[in-house]
Nanobody, 124 residues
């Protein structure tokens, strides 16, 4: 399974970005998917996750609840993270990940495959 994240960049506080993660080499719809992030000097942390079918079963970190939205289009093998009302503390490298479990998970060790990450920088 290969995962490629894209869509990061530099944005001012209060702005928006949409991250994408394209999967190849697998049946994308077989996996629940998640987004994690890692800021300099900090551990990787959970951001959001979504069930395999792309339905309503989603999970969010408290720090992004109400600002970020995770979604997926299985026909396009693509996962998204819409990020609104961005804050400087959202600055990090964002990673997408896939788990063979059907339900979304918060813990990094429950994910089997990882993409390389995309940098998001929010200026104040």
């Amino acid at each position: 399974v290969q995962l490629q994240a894209s869509g990061g960049g530099l944005v001012q506080a209060g702005g928006s970005l949409r991250l994408s993660c394209t999967a190849s080499g697998t049946t994308f719809s077989s996996y629940a998917m998640g987004w994690f992030r890692q800021a300099p000097g900090k551990e990787r942390e959970f951001v959001a996750a979504i069930e395999w079918s792309g339905g309503t079963y989603t999970l969010y970190a408290d720090s992004v609840e109400g600002r970020f939205t995770i979604s997926r289009v299985n026909a396009k093998n693509t996962l998204y993270l819409q990020m609104n009302s961005l804050k400087p503390e959202d600055t990090a490298v964002y990673y997408c990940a896939a788990t063979t479990r059907s339900t979304p998970r918060r813990r990094a060790y429950e994910y089997d495959y990882w993409g390389h990450g995309t940098q998001v920088t929010v200026s104040s």
